[in-house]
């Protein structure tokens, strides 16, 4: 199984700031790599898929790279809609997530 | 617009089935696209793949869980279900039920339903 790690746990952030949230498998993964928002009470959303490309209806802020074993995602400058956890999920050798970064409000 | 929603009982006895309905509309579960799939979470915790099935009925099950599964799919109505037997506490989550791709990861998703194991 491939184990996906996220960090930090938790980050503090100023609206308006820039976020970056990083996740490392344990073994590559090429670039099937996702990144989901999740808020409290509602399922997760989509935001990148194939490391890099936004889903539909993502906003430009929203931006992903990397490839085979380190990801980042950023957001350029935080919204207060923005605040929620974020999830890596590799689905190149069957399917696994991360454990989650929580974007909390500094 | 595909919408997801599942359907089942939000309490379950120990070493009894738990037994959850995926009804997807906005697009056909036939389309031979896709893939779907069932995600828990337990409260406060990440998530966890469970299983999968294509309209084919060829499936994909995570070979870490503890609990027997079983997931087939109704393309008459348009459903796919899980069955997840011999549950314990641990099987206590919220279930989603969310349509994937090997292009587009997991795309659509259920708005969850909460699965409680208790006596």
């Known amino acids: 199984e491939i184990v996906m790690t996220q960090s930090p746990a938790t980050l503090s952030v100023s609206p308006g700031e820039r976020a970056t949230l990083s996740c490392r498998a344990s073994?590559?993964?090429?670039?099937?790599l996702a990144w989901y928002q999740q808020k409290p009470g509602q399922a997760p959303r989509l935001l990148i898929y194939g490391a890099s490309t936004r889903a539909t209806g993502i906003p430009a802020r929203f931006s992903g790279s990397g490839s085979g074993t380190e990801f980042t995602l950023t957001i350029s400058s935080l919204q207060s809609e923005d605040f929620a956890v974020y999830y890596c999920h590799q689905y190149n050798n069957w399917w696994t997530f991360g454990q989650g970064t929580k974007v909390e409000i500094k | 617009q595909v919408q997801l929603q599942e359907s089942g009982p939000g309490l379950v006895k120990p070493s009894q089935t738990l037994s959850l309905t995926c009804t997807v509309s906005?697009?056909?579960?036939?389309?031979?696209?896709?893939?779907w799939n069932w995600i828990r979470q337990p409260a406060g915790k990440g998530l966890e793949w469970i299983g999968r099935i294509y309209t084919s009925g060829s499936t994909n099950y995570n070979p870490s869980l503890k609990s027997p599964v079983t997931i087939s799919v109704d393309p008459s109505k348009n459903q796919f279900s899980l069955k997840l037997t011999s549950v314990s506490a641990a099987d206590t989550a919220v279930y989603f039920c969310?349509?994937?791709?090997?292009?587009?990861?997991?795309?659509?998703w259920g708005q969850g339903t909460l699965v409680t194991v208790s006596s």
């Open positions: 073994q590559s993964v090429s670039s099937n």
């Open positions: 969310a349509r994937g791709s090997s292009d587009f990861a997991f795309d659509y």
């Open positions: 906005g697009g056909s579960i036939s389309s031979g696209l896709y893939y």
